[in-house]
């Protein structure tokens, strides 16, 4: 009686953590993911990558979702068999959504902030927001590398 021995799946990893709506906070959930990436063994052109979505991601919490007294959330899921790693940022601020960055157009040189949203639809096969009830929203950010095969 042979059979084919089943494949196992390499189990999903996840982290969340609820952070201060802070610059310090921003930072912190970078090196908190860096940390997370690394302790999961996932590939390092992957970590790189989302090192700089958590940032982007984390400051817009921050910017742009900041409400008194409330935090922001990371979220990590990665997948190694399917080399997909989910990066979620949940704020407080529903009414206002991240715009997709026009083609072609560049903040001036001058200009500080507004190419964060730009780094991260390069950097990520898709990002989207979703609402997060009863007022807030979460901006996703997949970002995919080649599986692991065992």
Known sequence: MNQPVPQLRAATCTFTQLLSSTRRGARLAR?????????WDAPADLTERAEIVVAELAANAVLHGHVPGRCFR?????????????????DARGDLHPR??????????LRPGGRGLALVTVLADHWDTVPHPPSGKTVRAVLSTPPIRS
Do not use: K, Q, Y
Not at 101 to 107: I, N
């Open 100 to 109: 997709v960055p026009a083609t072609g157009a560049e903040p001036g040189p």
């Open 74 to 90: 990371l979220t990590l899921v990665l997948d190694p068999s399917a080399g997909r790693l989910r990066v979620e940022v949940t």
């Open 31 to 39: 090196l908190l993911g860096v940390t997370e990436l690394r302790s």
